[in-house]
């Protein structure tokens, strides 16, 4: 997270299940009276909520569910962009931006809990992450569009792989260890004895690599080059690797990574819970990456051939994930296709299962040795009136192909509930009710 002026209202901007990805918040680091209290009662609610027994009794179903026991399919429904139709922009209290992003966290935290009854287990932490700066790649992006969260398109800044893959760097993160501080302390100031505030960064969603190569030479560059240049995209893709692998090291040498085996969203669906890998009180010393739940998918290469993916893909990825005590793989790239290469994973557990993967397939070869993270279409929620019997039957269908499957279906990737809270909700309800007719 980087703290800077930032013209868009930082409350709105949704990822999955955390935070807000925020590029850039500006803020005084003080926070009125009126912002205080208001933080500190919406705190209090997450506090109560927290101590709920149904609360404990999720982190038991994750756990087992994660090291492969049976039980129950787990749930869990993340509007992601709809959390604007649900909680207004203008319903915040708060103005100050970073206390409109603290505010607009503990209000989704409540209704996670009372109105969308989902799985996701509502803990009594407040994370504060560091304010950093990223150096990318040494390259500049040009990016056209993206305000109000709209789309944006990347200007390649790879046009020439003789002439410019030089300037390629290892990018570096710079930690304004001033800014994060006062942000720290300004948690302990507002939340101290009622949530426990912990220093904890999530400094990545995928370590998959394709989406940084196709930000610096472009998606159609990419298909051609694997015919017209490959032996530049294995130069190119080997350069991505030893980046990360390098950032892996210095975040480890530097105490800066976080346990993510408890609450913390991995992959691209779940959470981390597992008896398979220490929580942070069990790690003395420094987090290092296979004490961690890893992840990679290839999504932006679903139109190349398993063949294709298998030689400029995931050699680039698997020493990444050997790293990692568990793993994660894919998300919206159907595995079925891929899966005699994905399968010589290190570690792997959780498998993404996107809304065009084969169901029955991808039951078939994974049985109870992976989890089955199943990711349903969200087209039905965007549609005013959701349509109840599409979103039956498709929940259906899977269910009963995967009999026998360590089931999680994740309800992700909504741009908007069609201005109708109520659709996220009733998802859940659908789905609770199909799974209780097993």
């Known amino acids: 997270m980087m703290i800077k002026e930032n013209k868009t209202d930082p409350a709105t901007l949704q990822t999955a299940a955390g935070f807000p990805l925020i590029s850039e918040i500006h803020t005084k680091y003080t926070f009125t009276n009126k912002e205080v209290a208001e933080l500190r009662m919406l705190a209090n609610k997450v506090s109560e909520l927290s101590e709920r027994d149904i609360e404990k009794e999720k982190i038991i179903l994750w756990t087992r569910h994660n090291d492969l026991q049976n039980v129950r399919p787990l749930v869990f429904a993340d509007p992601e962009n709809g959390w604007n139709e649900i909680i207004p922009s203008d319903s915040l209290v708060c103005e100050d931006p970073l206390a409109r992003v603290w505010e607009m966290f503990l209000r989704k935290q409540i209704y996670w809990a009372e109105v969308i009854k989902d799985d996701k287990v509502i803990e009594p932490y407040f994370d504060v992450p560091y304010c950093y700066s990223d150096t990318g790649w040494g390259v500049e992006l ?14 390649p800044a790879i046009m020439d792989y003789e002439r410019d893959l030089p300037k390629v760097k290892f990018p570096e993160i710079i930690i304004d260890q001033g800014a994060s ?5 300004l948690a302990h100031e507002v939340f101290d004895g009622i949530l426990t505030v912990r220093r904890k960064n999530t400094w990545w969603w995928t370590l998959g690599m394709t989406w940084d190569f196709i930000n610096l030479r472009g998606l159609d560059n990419l298909m051609m080059d694997l015919i017209l240049n490959p032996d530049y995209v294995h130069e190119l893709m080997g350069i991505l690797r030893d980046g990360y692998l390098a950032r892996l090291d210095w975040m480890e040498q530097n105490s800066l990574l976080s346990s993510n085996t408890e609450g913390t969203y991995v992959g691209s669906g779940g959470f981390g819970w597992t008896k398979e890998l220490p929580t942070e009180s069990e790690i003395t010393g420094n987090v290092t990456t296979h004490q961690m739940w890893g992840f990679c998918e290839s ?3 679903v139109g190349v051939s398993p063949e294709m993916f298998n030689e400029f ?15 994660c793989y894919g998300c919206c790239e159907p595995i079925d296709v891929r899966w005699d290469y994905v399968k010589k994973i290190p570690h792997l557990r959780r498998v993404s299962t996107s809304p065009w993967a084969n169901k029955e397939k991808m039951a078939n ?9 199943v990711k349903p279409s969200p087209t039905p929620l965007s549609l005013p009136q959701m349509k109840e019997e599409v979103v039956r039957n498709e929940l259906r269908d899977t269910l009963n192909a995967a009999k026998g499957c360590r089931v999680e279906l994740i309800m992700k990737d909504n741009h908007t509930l069609g201005n109708n809270p109520r659709n996220i909700t009733r998802w859940v309800e659908i789905a609770r009710e199909e799974i209780d007719k097993l």
Request: charged content about 25%; proline content about 4%; glycine content about 14%.
């Open 142 to 155: 040009k990016k056209h569009g993206g305000g109000e969260n709209g789309s944006y398109k990347v200007d």
């Open 181 to 185: 501080d006062k942000m720290l302390d």
């Open 299 to 301: 999504q932006e290469t």
């Open 313 to 327: 893909i995931l050699p680039y990825q698997m020493p990444i994930l050997e790293r990692f005590g568990l793993n």
């Open 365 to 373: 070869l994974l049985g109870n040795r992976y989890i089955m993270s």
